[in-house]
Nanobody
Framework: QVQLVESGGGLVQAGGSLRLSCAAS????????LGWFRQAPGKEREFVAG????????YYAEPVKGRFTISRDNAKNTVYLQMNNLKPEDTAVYYC?????????????????WGQGTQVTVSS
């Protein structure tokens, strides 16, 4: 069993930055693929970024490419999402997710564990 706890969300002006963290429990965390998703009000939860267990495979959704960076520290059981040049359309609840298969996918149904989410609000 893996438990995921996100932190680092908040209110920021457009153009600003935030760094989200997701701390995980569980001894096998380091072998899991990890992803960040987000869900805006009235919209489907969507893929933002994903990283394989060694960090060799990294994927980003098109809207965040060049602005967001996903990374992980397996020694600390933590995955990060550095978000720069934030835009109002980035406003959403951000979730981290883990899947026991070490293959990054944009399909949210393929992830086995989810955090409770952290709110990110970007003002214009």
């Amino acid at each position: 069993q893996v438990q995921l706890v996100e932190s680092g969300g908040g209110l920021v002006q457009a153009g600003g930055s935030l760094r989200l963290s997701c701390a995980a429990s569980g001894r096998t965390f380091s072998t899991y693929a990890l992803g960040w998703f987000r869900q805006a009000p009235g919209k489907e939860r969507e893929f933002v970024a994903g990283i394989s267990w060694r960090g060799r495979s990294i994927y980003y959704a098109e809207p965040v490419k060049g602005r967001f960076t996903i990374s992980r520290d397996n020694a600390k059981n933590t995955v990060y999402l550095q978000m720069n040049n934030l835009k109002p359309e980035d406003t959403a609840v951000y979730y981290c997710a883990a899947r026991t298969t070490n293959v990054v996918t944009t399909n949210k149904s393929a992830y086995d564990y989810w955090g409770q989410g952290t709110q990110v609000t970007v003002s214009s």
